[in-house]
């Protein structure tokens, strides 16, 4: 069996090379920083069996336009970011029209159905299930209107998809979560997700089952990486094989190989909170678009996407906004880090995250790019590429889009 290099250790390169290693592989993680601890530890903790479509842009101008002006808390735009990123941007909206999506949809739906499958193994070998809840989440609306388009928006997933959800009025939402302050008008209750008390500290209940299997991890810098006879070398290793999993640092490294990714990256912020807050279960607030998860670490309010290339905000409107709705709606005690938290979502314009073999170096193998559901999806698309490693082309069919 092959040796193999991942680099990443966040939870697509522990997927990976928990993947690998079930096969047979023998396994190094490499990564600057402990497992986890990048986007794998910042994000929501959503395993979102009930994102079948991906989430793109909007198609309409009109809608565009109130995006681009900041109408909405979904999408902020750093303006002098943009001419750069104009080009990635212009295809990422382009695979957002309803043709493009069309294509896109059967096999992101058909990935996203393996995720909760793919994590349940790892969540109980790695003895990780104190940290994950299986009661989904609620989809908050705060006026009659928004809540009666997204039941008809749940309905229609529900016929095309067969995705899971109840409907609590403004009465039933409040009597679910008695700690809200005033009852918004309703809520989707997405009951199949699954979601996460501390999405790092599940990252690294996966990394230490990789290390318990025989694996191991070591700290090194990836763009040590170089060719070296018929493989490749690496913090002072040699691997048969290279993975490359370095999130939404990936395409930096693979820029002097000759690949250019075109990389949206949607950066998001996140907070933990103290107090009491007394919230039963995780709700995304559809009108203030932000997600308030009880974690472990407190209740964390994490953001949608800011458009940006620059340096993190240090006082991020997102999340100023988001807090503002989240204290109307409960009693938050203060933050718990001096600073917000920030990353970058890896997000590709054909929506799908690159699995594949690098087209012009053999034994390099491209794994990253998921995007707003790396989390979910991590587990699934490391089960396929470690087959298609093992010679099962099909295992990867259709996730080679988005390499230029
Ligand atoms: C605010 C927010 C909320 C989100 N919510 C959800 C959610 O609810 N559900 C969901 O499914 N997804 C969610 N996501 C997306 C998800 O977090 C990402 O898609 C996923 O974490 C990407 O994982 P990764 O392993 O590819 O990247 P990372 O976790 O970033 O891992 C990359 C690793 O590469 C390492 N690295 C980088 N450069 C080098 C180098 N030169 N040498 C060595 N190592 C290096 C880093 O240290 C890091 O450990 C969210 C993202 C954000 C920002």
Redesign the pocket.
């Known amino acids: 069996m092959a040796e193999i290099a991942v ?8 997927a990976t090379a928990l993947a690998l290693q079930e096969r047979g592989h023998a396994c190094v993680v ?4 402990p ?14 069996s009930e ?1 079948v479509e991906p989430y793109g842009l909007p198609a309409s101008p009109l809608a565009l336009l109130g995006m681009a002006l900041g109408a909405k808390n979904a999408v902020h735009l750093h303006w002098p970011s943009l001419p750069g990123r104009a080009p990635a941007l212009f295809s990422y909206w382009r695979a957002s029209l309803p043709a493009s999506m069309r294509r896109v949809i059967p096999l992101w739906r058909q990935l996203v159905s393996e995720a909760v499958p793919r994590h349940a193994p790892l969540i109980e070998a790695s003895g990780a299930d104190n940290l994950i809840r299986r009661d989904g989440y609620w989809l908050v609306h705060d006026t009659p209107s928004g809540l009666a388009a997204a039941v008809l928006e749940a309905e229609r997933r529900q016929k095309e998809y067969g995705v899971a959800f109840t409907v609590a009025d403004r009465a039933e939402l409040s009597r679910a979560e008695p700690a809200l302050r005033h009852a918004p008008a309703g809520a989707v209750h997405w009951t199949a997700p699954w ?1 996460c008390l501390s ?1 790092g500290r599940l ?1 690294g209940a996966y990394a230490r089952l990789f290390e318990a299997r025989g694996g191991r991890i070591v700290q ?4 040590a990486l170089k060719r070296s006879g018929a493989g490749w070398q690496v913090a002072g290793l040699d691997a048969e094989h290279v993975v490359v ?6 395409p ?2 693979l820029r002097p190989l000759g690949y250019r990714v075109p990389m949206v990256r ?5 907070r933990h909170y103290g107090g009491e807050h007394g919230l039963r279960r995780p709700m995304l607030l559809a009108d203030h678009s932000v ?1 308030l998860s009880p974690m472990l670490d407190g209740l964390r309010i ?3 996407a800011e458009l940006s290339a620059a340096e993190p905000n240090v006082n991020p409107r997102q999340l100023a906004r988001g807090e503002a709705a989240a204290r109307a709606l409960l009693d938050l005690g203060a933050p718990v880090e001096p600073t917000p938290w ?5 997000c590709l314009p054909g929506m799908l995250p690159l699995v594949c073999r690098a087209p012009r170096h053999p034994g390099l193998w491209l ?12 587990p699934v698309t490391a089960a396929r590429l470690a087959r298609a490693i093992d010679g099962d082309a099909a295992a990867v069919e259709g996730l080679d889009r988005g390499l230029q």
């Open positions: 680099l990443g250790a966040g939870i697509v390169g522990i490499i990564d600057r920083a497992p986890g601890s990048e986007t794998s530890y910042g994000n929501a903790g959503f395993i979102q994102a979601t999405p990252v090194g810098d990836a763009r999993a370095l999130g939404p640092w990936s930096e490294l949607k950066r998001g912020y996140h997600v994490a953001t949608a920030s990353g970058t979502r890896p794994h990253f790019g998921h995007g707003h559901q790396g989390f979910t999806l991590g």
